[in-house]
């Protein structure tokens, strides 16, 4: 469940890393998500765009290509400040659980034991 969590997290803040550079839409998100080893269809994707702009952070704007109507949505002032939070907090996280790095300097390398004992 944690990993899960974890993974539609990794989307989102996905998503808004995009949307905070150029106006993305749901079929190149998609493929997007795809590259980067997510299997996302657009029963997941969609309503993730839609709770998201819900949120404020993203805004749609509908364009004509090719003939039919198409949802693109870029990131908002909040979308990119939620940005900015998501990408320092990945960054501590990845100090801290991938390189071993603590900013505690009394904080233990390899604790014995977690927890309080009982």
């Known amino acids: 469940m944690v990993l899960r969590d ?3 997290g990794a989307i989102r803040v ?3 890393h995009h949307a905070a550079r150029a106006a993305i839409f749901g079929s190149w998100m998609v493929e997007e998500l795809r590259r980067h080893g997510y299997v996302v269809s ?3 994707l969609y309503p993730i765009l839609h709770r998201l ?3 404020g952070l ?3 704007e509908e364009r004509v290509a ?3 109507v198409r949802k693109y949505y870029t990131a908002t002032a909040g979308g990119r ?3 900015a939070r998501a990408e320092r907090l990945i960054a501590e ?3 801290e659980a991938v390189a071993g790095e603590s900013r505690d300097p009394d904080a233990p390398d390899a604790p014995d034991v977690v927890g309080d004992g009982a």
């Open 6 to 8: 974890l993974e539609l």
């Open 14 to 16: 996905h998503i808004l």
């Open 42 to 44: 657009y029963g997941t």
């Open 53 to 55: 702009e819900g949120e």
């Open 58 to 60: 993203l805004a749609r």
């Open 66 to 68: 090719g003939g039919r």
């Open 81 to 83: 400040e939620e940005l």
């Open 93 to 95: 996280l990845y100090r």
